[in-house]
């Protein structure tokens, strides 16, 4: 069974940057469609990244051009960097990996705030 483990989020000023991880356990990622929601209070889960297993990608507008997603098989994880960070990127992330069926993370809060 699939278990997914995100972490690397925080407080951050906008502006600033941040780096999520989502360690995977339980099988190789390899064989996944992988990526990055998020969930901001009242609203939605909505996708804010994609990765397939042949490494295309797709982004949500509101963070293309500003995020970067990456996996690394050999480490079993998949990356999402984030920059020039705005207060409505505040969010609980959840990391999600599709095979069959979805499997996803507990999330880990961002919040962007001075």
């Known amino acids: 069974q699939l278990q997914l483990v995100e972490s690397g989020g925080g407080l951050v000023q906008p502006g600033g940057s941040l780096t999520l991880s989502c360690a995977a356990s339980g099988a190789a990622l390899d064989y996944y469609g992988i990526g990055w929601f998020r969930q901001a209070p009242g609203k939605q889960r909505s996708m804010v990244a994609i990765?397939?297993?042949?490494?295309?990608?797709n982004y949500a507008d509101s963070v293309k051009g500003r995020s970067t997603i990456s996996r690394d098989n050999a480490k079993n994880t998949v990356y999402l960097q984030m920059d020039s960070l705005k207060p409505e990127d505040t969010a609980v992330y959840y990391c999600?990996?599709?095979?069959?069926?979805?499997?996803w993370g507990q999330g880990t809060q961002v919040t962007v705030s001075s």
């Open positions: 999600y990996a599709n095979r069959v069926r979805a499997y």
């Open positions: 990765i397939t297993t042949d490494g295309s990608t």
